[in-house]
């Protein structure tokens, strides 16, 4: 029960790694806010899922690509469990569409940014104030934002690795107040957004091509995410820690 008293934000917590992070934090004792934009439904699985593991969860509908909704999603769960916030990950994000350099306009170019990159920045900025020594933030970046990504991910990529230098500056803005951040850098998870983004064929060579010849699991991204925001962890900031099964070393 490594967070018993704590209370903990995770950003895109309906599904997937994110349902994921809630599920292993409300687990070891945190008090956890799902928040979703879109799937009230997914959110609700979320919440009962969290529950039955022996945490406490609500959810908070907030589009955290837009300042309003990131304010009030902070003010509900100071609402809902106090003043102090022990917990944030930065999960929320996407690939969006594979576009090539000659498919993409600026439009889409600045909504991946926003949706990566930008709402990480608001959430933690919205948060950090709540927060007092030996809280953490973990952001979730890609194996994209160190290799390029895939073919028509130049945008994710992209983002991702704004994502990851964001986190070191946070390191070193933060670690004065005792606060601490880092990033995961995941590569081929079995989740809906290779269902959605990447073709059968292709995670299948991606999973032969590791050392452990297998897909990740949502679930083990969540005990990297569970160890990095403990105290047991407790010197570790700055860092972005791959999680690829040996696909690729940095």
């Not at 601490?180 to 091509?209: K, Q, S």
Request: net charge negative.
């Amino acid at each position: 029960m490594k967070f018993e008293g704590k209370v903990a934000i995770v950003t895109g917590g309906s599904r997937d790694i994110g349902r994921a992070i809630c599920v292993k934090l409300g687990s070891e004792g945190a008090s956890v806010v799902v928040n979703y934009n879109s799937n009230e439904a997914d959110a609700d699985a979320t919440v009962a899922a969290v529950e039955a593991a022996g945490g406490k969860a609500i959810k908070v509908k907030a589009d955290v690509t837009k300042q309003a909704d990131v304010t009030a999603l902070v003010a509900a769960a100071t609402d809902a469990f106090g003043a102090s916030i022990d917990v944030l990950v930065n999960n929320a994000g996407g690939l969006v569409a594979r576009k090539t350099l000659a498919e993409m306009d600026e439009e889409f170019w600045n909504y991946v940014m926003q949706l990566n990159v930008t709402s990480a920045f608001m959430v933690t900025q919205a948060v950090v104030p709540h927060m007092s020594e030996g809280s953490a933030v973990v952001n979730i970046a890609s194996l994209a934002g160190r290799d390029g990504g895939g073919g028509g991910a130049i945008a994710y990529a992209t983002s991702k690795g704004a994502l990851s230098t964001m986190t070191r500056g946070l390191a070193k803005e933060l670690g004065p107040k005792g606060i601490r951040a880092n990033a995961l850098c995941p590569g081929m998870i079995a989740t809906a957004f290779h269902d959605e983004f990447t073709p059968d064929a292709v995670r299948e060579n991606v999973a032969n091509a590791t050392c452990l010849k297998r897909q990740g699991k949502a679930e083990e991204t969540a005990d990297l995410v569970a160890y990095l925001a403990s105290d047991e962890a407790s010197y570790i900031t700055g860092t972005n820690v791959d999680i690829n099964g040996g696909l690729a070393f940095s």
